[in-house]
């Protein structure tokens, strides 16, 4: 009998939600994603004291301001980790783009394409590494150019189906819909412990983008994102990639069985296309509080993982 993550793996890509080497090694995603939470745990610890070094090293030797000297290692580290994961991987890298970025449309193109050239000068592809950039509209509309360019990008930190929308419209290769957020904030909000698997907010949010995509030929891919169970995975088996944390994948290597296909590219429900203005865009998420204060959580989240990543970065320096 197959583990319920070969099962998984039959019919959804599996993404490794980390940088642990050893991990990675263990389970053998097909893609890795990273983010600057994981690039500070992953410099704290032995795998990537040389990477460190390095970074360290590199970053004295260049004609720098301070500031931006801190800033430039802490870029370099995220390229570097992301390229030890390119050698384990089959499949693809996601590295993010600053989230002070978040709401700076050139500045997003501007480092997507630093981060290109990083890789490409260490002899990686833009096809094996996607740019990871925040939901927002001006990370839309990054996106929309970047694409254009030939650089592929994961918008992340998506909890309305108009911010998927959106995505689609901007040609985005792929898109990271959040489900264990939009469940722990529905929890919170209505006072419950826990939903069934079928009344799950997380899960159905994620369904329905799914379901507008296959019905309207959208080609970007969705890649269900931040569980919080095994339940929550393999209610969204079929989906066209799901991105789950280590001890999740561990879990599902251990169980033996049958996992059921929920999700599949041939069945979905006639769904209209809807076509999405900035105007239209914004109202949307005003009118979702849900969405508006987990994607500014998370972005603030993400800013405060790269400040300790930084003031590390500021001691090693010192």
């Known amino acids: 009998m197959i583990t319920k993550l070969s099962a998984l793996s039959a019919m959804t890509t599996i993404v490794s939600d980390t940088a642990d080497i050893a991990s990675v090694r263990r389970i053998r995603p097909t893609d890795c994603t990273t983010n600057p939470s994981i690039v500070f745990k992953a410099v704290s610890i032995p795998e990537f004291e040389e990477t460190f070094q390095e970074a360290i090293a590199w970053g004295e030797g260049q004609n720098f301001s301070e500031e931006y000297r801190v800033r430039a290692i802490a870029d370099r580290l995220a390229v570097s980790i992301g390229a030890a994961l390119v050698e384990i991987v089959p ?48 990370g839309v509309q990054a996106t929309k150019i970047l694409q254009q360019k030939g650089i592929d990008c994961n918008l992340t930190l998506i909890f309305n189906k108009v911010q998927a929308i959106a995505c689609a419209d901007a040609g985005a290769f792929l898109i990271s819909p959040f489900v264990g957020r939009i469940t722990d904030w529905c929890q919170k909000l209505n006072g419950v412990s826990s939903y069934p698997i079928e009344q799950d907010p997380g899960v159905i949010s994620v369904r329905e983008i799914y379901n507008y995509y296959k019905a309207n030929n959208v080609k970007t891919v969705v890649m269900g994102a931040s569980f919080r169970s095994q339940s929550q995975v393999e209610a969204l088996a079929g989906c066209d990639c799901l991105t789950v944390a280590p001890e999740i994948l561990e879990g599902l290597k251990s169980n033996f069985g049958p996992v059921k296909r929920i999700l599949s590219p041939d069945k979905f429900q006639p769904e209209a296309a809807i076509e999405i203005n900035e105007a239209g865009f914004r109202w949307e998420m005003n009118q979702d509080a849900m969405a508006t204060e987990l994607l500014a959580s998370g972005i603030r989240g993400f800013a405060a993982d790269l400040i300790r990543l930084h003031d590390l970065i500021r001691k090693k320096l010192a």
């Open 91 to 138: 499949g693809r890298v996601s590295t993010e783009v600053d989230a002070d970025f978040s709401f700076d449309v050139h500045g997003s193109i501007a480092r997507a394409e630093s981060i290109i050239a990083d890789y490409e000068r260490r002899n990686i592809p833009r096809e094996r590494i996607l740019v990871k950039l925040a939901a927002t509209w001006e």
